[in-house]
């Protein structure tokens, strides 16, 4: 019986050893490849079609990780690898050093800045807009005024660019409730067209055109009612400095060029740069 | 953007192995560790006894998902502290590494009762005839252990496939991995089905665990 037990032992040793080395292969040898580029572990999310998901094939795609592919054409001395996790994931593995960037479709705050280095060109731009119903003839947020609006997420820029067009117009109440349900964004839109809510505040990264079209909806979007740039962030180090001065470059070639406008009406149907002033 | 019902089963079928080699791996170390606390919890070694009891308080408290991310983005910063820059750990070893981890600190709480249940006289009868303390063990003891703790295991493996449920987190994509995915590429219009399919295969599994240890559970008892 001791015997079976040591034998059992070092079965799952080899084993786990075994299903390690499998892993780990791959990055070896892209690491031996050149020994003047470093490799850059870039995380985002694997369910956030169309910013980022993983596709039929295995492939990570979406706007922000094509545009880490363009990066990785016209940056020199750096190889992106993409890595797809939950948005939690990637946020602490970006904290701990785990990756070196994470592509999350993020906007600017104090607390992320102190966190980690921003880069100073923006990679994107989230469009918080109303969804709602094609004939209600509503086109701003001052026509929500007793209207009833679907539950709004606590967390994240469209309850917080709701409250501050509250605190500026204090003379207009909203009415609405705070939920973050998980509800699919089909299933949302859904709600609209069948008048269960009149109106949806939401960032139009998620799809919306693609929804509506495919499934018929008797829905639409108001031009924005905020803007946010949104950017790359990276992990803080002082070898990260000169990472960013790169990605700096890298995405403003990019922008210049028409490549981001170009992979944004790829990905969300419409150039969302075209609401710059 | 519509998929069908066959494509869906045979992506899950593709993964399915994921799920299992993860299950025995984390089951397997989880019972070599159980084993080993569970030793050091009856022998009531100073401080070694404490901190066995500390590490299974805390691997039943600490939820899976917090487990996970402390294997994965824990142990590359503590070995960094330690000095071994370079070592990474992957997605497949932290999701085997903190199952198990989880499934130990469980099962060592199934094994120290069922250990304790054996009747003091036993061990004195055994005592008697003059056995070993290892052949007093396999001969006497452990035969007597096995059909009280099997039951409180079944249930510690049917938890661990439960857990298996989060590792999509980090990026293996399993089955819940290949559901989300699924999800996400329709965004959303077939979330039910999905989850309705998935909860079918997460119940063959602990079916068929309950299966193997029913049969063990037969196998094993005194009548």
Same mark, same amino acid.
């Given at each position: 019986?001791?015997?079976?037990?040591?034998?059992?032992?070092?079965?799952?040793?080899?084993?786990?050893?075994?299903?390690?080395?499998?892993?780990?292969?791959?990055?070896?040898?892209? #690491?031996?490849?050149?020994?003047?580029?470093?490799?850059?572990?870039?995380?985002?999310?694997?369910?956030?079609?169309?910013? #980022?998901?993983?596709?039929?094939?295995?492939?990570?795609?979406?706007?922000? &990780?094509?545009?880490?592919?363009?990066?990785?054409?016209?940056?020199?001395?750096?190889?992106?690898?993409?890595?797809?996790?939950?948005?939690?994931?990637?946020?602490?593995?970006?904290?701990?050093?785990?990756?070196?960037?994470?592509?999350?479709?993020?906007?600017?705050?104090?607390?992320?800045?102190?966190?980690?280095?921003?880069?100073?060109?923006?990679?994107?731009?989230?469009?918080?807009?109303?969804?709602?119903?094609?004939?209600?003839?509503?086109?701003?947020?001052?026509?929500?005024?007793?209207?009833?609006?679907?539950?709004?997420?606590?967390?994240?820029?469209?309850?917080?660019?709701?409250?501050?067009?509250?605190?500026?117009?204090?003379?207009?109440?909203?009415?609405?409730?705070?939920?973050?349900?998980?509800?699919?964004?089909?299933?949302?839109?859904?709600?609209?067209?069948?008048?269960?809510?009149?109106?949806?505040?939401? &960032?139009?990264?998620?799809?919306?055109?693609?929804?509506?079209?495919?499934?018929?909806?008797?829905?639409?979007?108001?031009?924005?009612?905020?803007?946010?740039?949104?950017?790359?962030?990276?992990? +803080?180090?002082?070898?990260?400095?000169?990472?960013?001065?790169?990605?700096?470059?890298?995405? +403003?070639?990019?922008?210049?060029?028409?490549?981001? #406008?170009?992979?944004?009406?790829?990905?969300?149907?419409?150039?969302?740069?075209?609401?710059?002033? | 953007?519509?998929?069908?019902?066959?494509?869906?089963?045979?992506?899950? %079928? $593709?993964?399915?192995?994921?799920?299992?080699?993860?299950?025995?791996?984390?089951?397997?170390?989880?019972?070599?560790?159980?084993?080993?606390?569970?030793?050091?919890?009856?022998?009531?070694?100073?401080?070694?006894?404490?901190?066995?009891?500390?590490?299974?308080?805390?691997?039943?408290?600490?939820?899976?998902?917090?487990?996970?991310?402390?294997?994965?983005?824990?142990?590359?910063?503590?070995?960094?502290?330690?000095?071994?820059?370079?070592?990474?750990?992957?997605?497949?070893?932290? !999701?085997?590494?903190?199952?198990?981890?989880?499934?130990?600190?469980?099962?060592?709480?199934? *094994?120290?009762?069922?250990? %304790?249940?054996?009747?003091?006289?036993?061990?004195? !009868?055994?005592?008697?005839?003059?056995?070993?303390?290892?052949?007093?063990?396999?001969?006497?003891?452990?035969?007597?252990?096995?059909?009280?703790? %099997?039951?409180?295991?079944?249930?510690?493996?049917?938890?661990?496939?439960?857990?298996?449920?989060?590792?999509?987190?980090?990026?293996?994509?399993?089955?819940?991995?290949?559901?989300?995915?699924?999800?996400?590429?329709?965004?959303?219009?077939?979330?039910?089905?999905?989850?309705?399919?998935? !909860?079918?295969? *997460?119940?063959?599994?602990?079916?068929?665990?309950?299966?193997?240890? $029913? $049969?063990?559970?037969? $196998?094993?008892?005194?009548?």
């Amino acid at each position: 019986m001791g015997k079976r037990l040591i034998s059992f032992t070092l079965c799952i040793f080899v084993l786990i050893f075994l299903v390690a080395c499998s892993n780990d292969d791959k990055t070896k040898a892209e #690491s031996d490849g050149d020994k003047n580029v470093r490799i850059i572990k870039v995380a985002t999310g694997h369910t956030s079609k169309p910013l #980022s998901w993983i596709d039929k094939d295995g492939e990570v795609t979406g706007y922000e &990780p094509e545009i880490i592919k363009e990066l990785d054409k016209v940056i020199d001395g750096y190889k992106f690898e993409l890595v797809a996790v939950e948005d939690s994931a990637g946020e602490t593995g970006l904290a701990t050093g785990k990756y070196d960037m994470l592509a999350g479709g993020l906007g600017f705050t104090e607390e992320r800045a102190e966190q980690y280095i921003i880069p100073s060109e923006s990679n994107g731009r989230a469009l918080i807009k109303i969804y709602v119903g094609k004939d209600s003839g509503i086109e701003g947020i001052e026509d929500l005024v007793g209207k009833n609006i679907s539950p709004l997420s606590p967390a994240g820029a469209t309850l917080k660019t709701v409250k501050d067009w509250e605190a500026e117009h204090p003379e207009h109440k909203l009415k609405y409730d705070l939920a973050d349900v998980g509800i699919p964004m089909a299933d949302r839109l859904k709600e609209i067209s069948n008048g269960k809510y009149d109106a949806l505040f939401y &960032p139009s990264s998620y799809g919306q055109i693609k929804i509506i079209e495919d499934q018929k909806l008797a829905v639409r979007a108001t031009d924005p009612i905020k803007i946010i740039p949104t950017f790359f962030m990276i992990h +803080k180090s002082e070898e990260n400095e000169k990472l960013k001065e790169a990605i700096d470059e890298g995405l +403003k070639k990019l922008k210049d060029s028409g490549k981001l #406008s170009e992979l944004s009406v790829e990905f969300y149907d419409e150039d969302v740069f075209q609401y710059d002033k | 953007m519509e998929m069908s019902t066959l494509e869906l089963l045979l992506e899950f %079928l $593709k993964v399915l192995p994921i799920n299992i080699i993860i299950i025995i791996l984390s089951a397997a170390l989880g019972l070599l560790f159980a084993i080993l606390l569970t030793f050091l919890r009856i022998k009531k070694i100073p401080v070694i006894s404490q901190m066995a009891d500390l590490y299974v308080s805390f691997a039943r408290s600490v939820p899976g998902l917090i487990l996970l991310f402390i294997a994965y983005f824990g142990i590359p910063k503590i070995l960094s502290l330690m000095g071994f820059n370079s070592v990474d750990v992957s997605p497949m070893h932290a !999701a085997i590494i903190s199952m198990g981890f989880y499934h130990s600190g469980y099962i060592s709480e199934v *094994f120290r009762p069922a250990y %304790l249940s054996v009747d003091k006289s036993q061990h004195e !009868a055994a005592d008697s005839l003059g056995y070993t303390p290892t052949k007093k063990f396999f001969r006497i003891i452990l035969p007597q252990v096995i059909p009280v703790a %099997l039951p409180g295991y079944g249930n510690g493996l049917v938890y661990l496939i439960h857990d298996t449920s989060l590792i999509f987190a980090i990026g293996v994509i399993d089955i819940m991995g290949v559901a989300e995915l699924f999800i996400s590429r329709s965004y959303g219009t077939n979330q039910v089905f999905i989850y309705f399919v998935i !909860a079918l295969m *997460f119940s063959a599994m602990c079916f068929t665990a309950d299966f193997l240890i $029913k $049969k063990l559970e037969k $196998k094993t008892s005194f009548r």
